[in-house]
């Protein structure tokens, strides 16, 4: 069973949002955080957002604070990453991962990660 499963990329124009979602149904390990992180074309992967398991303390880039939000379902074990406002520099395949969500979080190391969705595809454009 495939331990994450993202879902809910497409296609909007600047200034529209979408809702990507993280299943982590598959993992039954016990863990620490849930992460976000995102890969554009040409360019490294790097860390949107985090989410703690124990008290869903979050952390965000600098680059998304105020427009995006990540939360919880603990009833469907899921990890959702609402993105408003959306910019064209958003465009990125989206990825999540299972690791380190503590304080000074930017998702560096990626080795850290042990395990990874399939990603989602984010484009943003007019």
């Known amino acids: 069973q495939v331990p994450l499963v993202e879902s809910g990329g497409g296609s909007v124009q600047p200034g529209g949002s979408l809702r990507l979602s993280c299943a982590a149904s598959?993992?039954?390990?016990?863990?620490?955080?849930i992460a976000w992180f995102r890969q554009a074309p040409g360019k490294e992967r790097e860390g949107v957002s985090c989410?703690?398991?124990?008290?869903?303390?979050?952390y965000y880039a600098d680059s998304v604070k105020g427009r995006f939000t990540i939360s919880r379902d603990i009833t469907k074990n899921t990890v959702y990453l609402l993105m408003n406002s959306l910019k064209v520099d958003d465009t990125a395949v989206y990825y999540c991962?299972?690791?380190?969500?503590?304080?000074?979080?930017?998702?560096?190391?990626?080795?850290?990660?042990?395990?990874w969705g399939q990603g989602t595809q984010v484009t943003v454009s007019s």
């Open positions: 989410i703690r398991k124990n008290d869903d303390t979050t």
């Open positions: 991962a299972i690791g380190p969500c503590g304080d000074t979080w930017t998702g560096a190391p990626l080795r850290l990660y042990d395990y």
């Open positions: 598959g993992f039954t390990r016990d863990y620490f955080g």
